[in-house]
């Protein structure tokens, strides 16, 4: 699983909002929801937020490994629905 929280206790203690990011840097409003909501972003974008807030990936995300049942069936299940 991932998450984002590590991002917005970063971007608070580096105090760069994310009307920031939007106005000043062009990060769009979907990758901020995409962020919001933890789904998944490209490297480039993880990438590009690290070198903006001036940290390691580490301060950005953090991946919380699922035992490997739940994780094969969700992606089952995705596949699933893709097919259909």
Known sequence: MVSYARLWETMKKKGVSQYCLITKYNVSAGQIGRL?????????????????????????????????????????????????
């Open 36 to 84: 919001k909501k933890n789904m998944n972003v490209s490297t480039h974008t993880l990438e590009f937020l690290c070198n903006i807030l001036q940290c390691p990936i580490e301060d950005v995300v953090e991946i919380t490994l699922e035992p490997w049942e739940e994780f094969s069936e969700k992606r089952q299940t995705a596949i699933s629905a893709v097919e259909r």
